[in-house]
């Protein structure tokens, strides 16, 4: 933090990654910040160190979001934190709360989760502060990928290791590649 003190306080913009927002922390939450953007939405457990800076450094933010790939990788379960990051309104703050309302949990072991319920409303929790899109939803206005072949004549040595590499890199299993 000493480091990178006054270019931060000075900047317009500051991007950092995971592990540098959880370092500085401290730092990072003595400023207001308008905008705080979250790549992956890779905060979905509450309990990481990643997710409780994220949390902290973005308190005071007027703006939040999330872009992700796939925000719900394997369960509702996953969209709670996301969600109660961007908008904890929607949801609540409470992940008991949520699991109660939304989780069937085992008769053995409450922590076990066995199956979900009312996933229409998660669906519309998530739609009332989330832009949901398919990929081919937003592709449709990208243009055509373009590819340029560039041919590169590499000299004796640099030829007969990159051939060396390429032949340990392929993997022989009996019946495929």
């Known amino acids: 933090w000493d480091k990178e003190k006054s270019k931060i306080e000075a900047a317009q913009v500051v991007v950092v990654n995971y ?5 500085m922390e401290q730092g990072l ?6 905008f705080v953007g979250v790549d992956e939405g890779l905060i979905k457990n509450l309990h990481t160190a990643r997710t409780k800076s994220v949390f902290e450094v973005s308190k ?6 999330i872009m992700s790939g796939t925000l719900v990788n394997n369960s509702p379960i996953d969209i709670f934190s996301p969600v109660k990051f961007v908008e904890p ?3 609540g703050v409470s ?3 949520f699991k109660t309302r939304f989780c069937v949990p085992a008769k053995f072991n409450k922590n076990v989760i066995i199956a979900f319920r009312h996933q ?11 832009i949901v899109m398919t990929k081919a939803e937003w592709l449709k206005d990208l243009p055509p990928k373009t ?9 004796d040595e640099q030829r007969d290791f990159y051939q060396a590499l390429s032949a340990n890199w ?4 009996p019946g495929t590649e």
């Open 60 to 65: 005071h933010a007027t703006s939040k979001v």
């Open 29 to 34: 939450t003595s400023r207001k910040f308008n």
């Open 95 to 97: 992940i008991t709360r």
């Open 147 to 155: 590819f340029h072949e560039i041919s590169v004549t590499l000299p």
């Open 89 to 91: 309104s929607v949801l």
């Open 170 to 173: 392929i993997a022989k299993v």
């Open 120 to 130: 229409d409303e998660v669906k519309s929790a998530l739609q009332a502060c989330c």
């Open 19 to 23: 592990d540098k927002c959880v370092s």
